[in-house]
């Protein structure tokens, strides 16, 4: 195996288990809930059930990003070592914290010269990044390079497609995703908005459509349109959702159908409590391998 360190953020929304098992490290975001401060460890210290439900009694959460010195404290153990690191960033069209990776990737390399910090900008967000960084432990595994692995995500990452809806608006509306004169016009009507991750890595909404059952349909309908070998496709997928496990099961249950050669079968996990901060509980989203994305 190839010695050096792949790094992530807590964003991933993969588990701590899994991340281990695959051997992929990764830093934590800080935030706030109800005015006291935690560092985001994969739902270890609040359990993501009680995080959701926190958010439905009307709690009060900020996050933040990761700042220079926290990054600056983290990459330096790994280069301490004499290991490089090719580190994923949550994507730069919904936060600042790559500006803050590259701060300490300048003050580090200059301490020490014989190593050395690759950065991506995922343009990815939530199991997405997840998928992309499942992809590079497999190549990693196979024994590519640091420098060709960062050649091979900068030319891959965009493949990694991005949907999501969401049966309560108000977390959106909140963040000023949507407005609130439509927001509110889309709840009385039972709109759930269909959304993905565009080229520059930013939240889009694309469609409305009403009623969730219809919702998990149009993203099966985008899988089967856009996936890798379409019906046939035969890679890695992952559903992941916001505090609300049966609308995701119901998700996956379809994709199992329609999508037969997926290995083991389309994977669930949590949105975390950064991302699910923003987009609140009833958020249900969906990860493939497919067309680059080009808008």
């Not at 991005?162 to 439509?182: E, M, N, P, Q, V």
């Not at 890679?235 to 099961?249: I, K, W």
């Not at 997926?262 to 975390?272: D, S, T």
């Amino acid at each position: 195996m190839s010695e050096y360190i792949l790094s992530c953020e807590s964003t991933v929304d993969l588990t701590k288990a899994h991340l281990e098992k695959r051997k992929i490290f990764y830093i934590g975001y800080p935030y706030e809930l109800n005015g006291q401060f935690y560092q985001d460890d994969l739902g270890e210290t609040i359990p993501l059930k009680d995080f959701y439900h926190a958010m439905e009694q009307g709690a009060d959460i900020k996050t933040a990003q990761i700042n220079a010195y926290e990054f600056t404290r983290y990459f330096e153990g790994f280069l301490a070592d004499g290991k490089d690191v090719l580190h994923l960033c949550l994507s730069s069209g919904i936060t600042g914290v790559l500006n803050a990776a590259r701060m300490a990737k300048a003050e580090l390399e200059e301490k020490y010269p014989d190593r050395h910090i690759y950065l991506v900008d995922s343009l990815a967000a939530s199991a997405g990044s997840g998928l992309l960084m499942e992809r590079l432990a497999d190549l990693r595994d196979e024994g590519m390079s640091i420098e060709r692995l960062w050649q091979w995500v900068q030319g891959n990452k965009l493949r990694v497609n991005h949907w999501f809806f969401s049966s309560d608006l108000k977390y959106y509306i909140r963040g000023g995703r949507i407005s609130k004169t439509a927001g509110t016009a889309g709840t009385m009507l039972g709109i759930c908005p269909l959304l993905d991750i565009n080229a520059d890595g930013r939240l889009i909404p694309r469609e409305k459509i009403r009623g969730t059952k219809r919702a998990i349909l149009a993203l099966n309908d985008k899988m089967r349109l856009l996936a890798d070998k379409g019906q046939n496709y035969d890679q890695a997928c992952f559903v992941a959702h916001a505090g609300c496990p049966e609308l995701a099961m119901r998700t996956a249950e379809l994709l199992n159908q329609n999508f037969p050669c997926i290995p083991g079968g389309v994977r669930v996990y949590q949105i975390g409590t950064i991302i699910g901060a923003h987009t609140g509980p009833g958020t249900v989203a969906l990860f493939f391998w497919g067309k680059d994305r080009k808008y």
